[in-house]
């Protein structure tokens, strides 16, 4: 199969044989970087496919930082079946995306030789593990997100996509159940676990409002029947996150300003990081066969 | 020394319709629920479970290792406890 950029693909970035471009970090309201995977251009599936293959394979390295590292063994085994499912659906989602782009990349070329520009991720799923709270806290919104959004995309016209949604929906469904008690258990709970989750909540609070952004890529995915208009989900997940966070007697915070950008490329410093680490077998032993 | 571990739970695995709940191991949660999640996430992700019991262990009571004698003695001098001296008529089906 071999890794990198078949021939005909711009010369840059991962796996090319051209001297490496030099990419200006891109300040968090910056010019978007163009790659050959940014905005709708002529491929608007493969586009989305990759957003929503990149969330899960980025968060799903997140929680595998905690193998090894969880609270107790239970959560620490519940921590990487979590990772291990959010990779089981960037490896479908991605899988999928190559056969759309037909340029000879597989999924693990776009999972290990994509750079951080090239990743349509939300910032939400990059940043750092924090400490146990954070983690769950950031699990939560996203399982929240996930749990609404996967099931609409059961419903897609195209059929692998739906396919995929289905399967991934009943994992989902587990992982907000986890979540959510942990949220319930951590709110409710000491002082000390109280004060984290909160302090987790307020931030991350203004890396949500990019889970529901829409743009050309998006719309022209809905317009085909393909894909979900996550502005309507909004107030299903607002409900969720306001009936468990009372529960957990934690405040909601304040709707303020909201961060973007990853769906383009533009990352925190955060996400090169990871990279580094989870790609640097691959590019250390290119082409290597387990 | 204080035991800081959380209370300990049984777990039972059932794998098809109709077949009994085994026991499968223990794990540590501090109620039921996340007795159930860890006991999911630990002995029911592989295979084939169908449905889950959590037990509280210390709601378990058990024979001792001095019960031994007294309560499992097979008794071999006492074969009239043993069934093999029917036969089993004719017409009816040996499972």
């Not at chain 1, 640097?280 to 066969?289: K, L, M, N, T, Y």
Request: proline fraction near 5%; charged fraction near 25%; aromatic fraction near 10%.
């Amino acid at each position: 199969m071999g890794y990198g950029n078949a021939p005909d693909e711009p010369e840059f970035g991962a796996g090319s044989d051209a001297p490496a471009r030099v990419v200006p970090d891109a300040p968090a309201a910056g010019p978007v970087v163009r790659t050959h995977t940014s905005g709708p251009g002529d491929n608007a599936l493969f586009e989305y496919l990759l957003r929503l293959g990149d969330d899960r394979l980025i968060l799903g390295q997140r929680l595998a930082e905690w193998c090894g590292h969880g609270p107790i063994l239970e959560e620490d085994i519940a921590l990487a079946n979590v990772s291990l499912d959010l990779f089981g659906h960037a490896t479908l989602l991605l899988k999928l995306a190559a056969e759309v782009e037909g340029n000879g990349r597989d999924e693990d070329a776009l999972a290990f030789l994509r750079d951080a520009v090239e990743l349509r991720n939300v910032q939400l799923v990059e940043l750092p593990r924090g400490d146990f709270g954070f983690t769950i806290a950031r699990q939560f919104l996203f399982d929240a997100f996930g749990e609404l959004y996967f099931a609409a995309l059961a419903r897609s016209t195209h059929e692998a996509l739906a396919g995929i949604a289905a399967k991934a929906h009943k994992e989902i469904r587990y992982h907000l159940r986890h979540s959510t008690d942990w949220v319930l258990k951590l709110g409710d709970g000491t002082p000390e676990s109280h004060a984290r989750m909160q302090r987790a909540f307020d931030e991350l609070w203004r890396f949500t409002g990019e889970l529901f952004a829409m743009d050309d890529v998006d719309r022209a995915m809905v317009e085909q029947g393909i894909g979900v208009d996550a502005s309507t989900l909004r107030g299903a997940w607002r409900d969720r996150v306001n009936a468990v966070l009372a529960e957990a007697t934690l405040r909601v915070p304040d709707d303020g300003y909201m961060v973007g950008g990853g769906r383009l490329g533009r990352h925190t410093e955060f996400l090169g990081h990871l990279l580094a680490e989870m790609q640097s077998v691959v590019r250390a032993h290119p082409g290597a066969q387990w | 020394m204080t035991d800081t571990q959380w209370p300990l739970w049984e777990v039972f695995t059932q794998e098809g319709q109709g077949a009994p709940h085994e026991h499968a191991g223990s794990v540590h949660a501090v109620d039921a629920e996340q007795a159930l999640q860890n006991a999911r996430d630990v002995y029911a992700r592989r295979g084939k479970v169908v449905s889950l019991w959590v037990v509280p262990s210390i709601a378990i009571s058990a024979s001792t290792p001095e019960d031994v004698g007294p309560f499992f003695d097979p008794g071999n001098d006492k074969p009239y406890r043993h069934p093999q001296f029917y036969k089993v008529p004719r017409g009816v089906r040996v499972y």
